[in-house]
């Protein structure tokens, strides 16, 4: 079955520690994207990647780090200085960057203790 | 497994027309269900959903919730070309701590 996971589906963590989590697509997708839930908000763009070894910030970037060694893996670590780390995360991909139709995963759940 | 559907995947229509998009869901202890309308960058929130059968509307857009039937659909009277987008449904559910699905996601073509 092609698809997006993400690991693990819940994290708690420390104030202070960094913490990274995990996304991967076996769609064969170019472009992939972490986004940041809070309650009774939209979804906002931390980072995306639209090729190997390429990323670009999105509008909350501040606090996050990316890498994008492989196609298939688009790993999002939250580190000490993202001051409210404690939110539901979502990683999409799409075909192609740009296009309209994003695949997401299953979320993870930080919350920072 | 918690599961949402949405259909149709893909609908072309002319300007004008009204379309209903649908979205039914199977998740445990159900929180809400929201509505996205998603083009060529983040998706953009359009409704929220958690009781049965109050229709929320925004302009053009109307949406209703059945929790006995687990289902809701997104309306859009008069369409027009920049209705063209992806709908995303998405279902959030958990305990203590939340969990949120997302449907396919329903591609609207609006023609002139």
């Known amino acids: 079955d092609g698809g997006i996971t993400q690991s693990p589906k819940y994290l708690f963590r420390k104030e202070g520690q960094n913490v990274t989590l995990s996304c991967e697509q076996n769609?064969?997708?170019?472009?992939m994207y972490w986004y940041r839930q809070d309650p009774g908000q939209g979804l906002r763009l931390i980072y995306y990647s639209q090729i190997v070894n390429d990323f670009q910030k999105g509008d909350i970037a501040e606090g996050y780090s990316v890498s994008r060694e492989k196609k298939e893996s688009f790993p999002l670590t939250v580190t000490s200085a993202q001051k409210n780390p404690t939110a539901f995360y979502l990683c999409?991909?799409?075909?192609?960057?740009?296009?309209?139709?994003?695949?997401f995963g299953p979320g993870t759940r930080l919350t920072v203790l | 497994e918690d599961k949402v559907v949405q259909s149709p995947l893909s609908l072309v229509v002319h300007e004008g027309d009204t379309v209903t998009l649908n979205c039914s869901y199977e998740v445990t202890n159900f929180r809400s269900l929201l509505w996205y309308k998603q083009e060529k960058k983040a998706p953009t929130f359009l409704f929220m959903l958690t009781s049965s059968g109050i229709e929320k509307k925004s302009g053009r857009l109307s949406s209703i919730l059945d929790k006995k039937e687990l289902f809701s659909i997104l309306n859009i009277t008069a369409t027009q070309t920049g209705d063209s987008a992806v709908y995303l449904c998405?279902?959030?559910w958990g305990g203590g701590a939340d969990g949120l699905t997302f449907g396919k996601g329903t591609h609207l073509i609006i023609q002139p």
């Open positions: 999409a991909s799409s075909i192609l960057p740009g296009t309209d139709t994003q695949y």
């Open positions: 998405a279902v959030q």
């Open positions: 769609l064969n997708h170019d472009a």
